[in-house]
């Protein structure tokens, strides 16, 4: 797991990838939908610090920023980016350092069009993060509790919502507008980003700056 914003294997709380002194109460209180933004690209740095409050390691035993059922991990993250300083536009994995190029061009189009209804920010957003769940691993891992075959679904989807608050508190903390989407047709979805099975996509987080 990549130590974002720390050198690998060197992680602790001194060197995460926090630089914003907004208090966790006032991004709790400022947290908005935000559908619209200006065409400024993002930096890499400012997204890297969305990515690590989404998924960032915290500890030596592998901890994360969100929590995990049995430590399982079973989420993965996709970015595609759109606009952001420095880095071509494709699909990323943004867990590997440097961020791992999946693809190429853009696929904001292709997001919005898979969209359930006119989505237009899917195809505005200078990055669209989205988190994905390994729905086998987790299924797997948690056959053998009640509801059987049930719960490991139940906890991915858990798990993705709760890296996804984690993003949009790290996006409202340094700034950014940000949105979090699920109206989307999962077929369409994964072939807009070209997503692997058995890794299914739970939500998007768009990212972009506040209008001007
Ligand atoms: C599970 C979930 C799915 C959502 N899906 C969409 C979506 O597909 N499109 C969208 O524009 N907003 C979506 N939203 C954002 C909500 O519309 C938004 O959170 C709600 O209007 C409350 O506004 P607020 O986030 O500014 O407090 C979703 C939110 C959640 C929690």
Known sequence: MIAFGGAAGKVSRSNDARQTDMD?????????????YSDAPLTA???????????GATGQEGGRTAPS????????LRLAVRAVAGVETGIYD???????KLATGDHGPALEAAA???QPWLANAAAILTVCVDMMAAATHFADQPPYGERGLRYGWIEA????????????????????????HDEATVAAIQLPPPLVPACHICLGHLPA
């Open 24 to 36: 966790l109460f006032d991004a709790l209180r400022l947290r908005r939908t935000v559908r619209e």
């Open 45 to 55: 740095e400012v997204v890297r610090q969305v990515i690590w409050a989404a998924q």
């Open 69 to 76: 059922a049995h430590a399982l991990y079973p989420l993965r």
């Open 94 to 100: 943004p867990c590997a350092d440097p961020w791992q």
């Open 116 to 118: 359930i209804g006119p």
């Open 161 to 184: 919502g709760a890296a996804a608050q984690n993003a949009l508190l790290a996006a409202t903390a340094t700034g950014l507008g940000a949105a979090l989407i699920a109206g989307f």
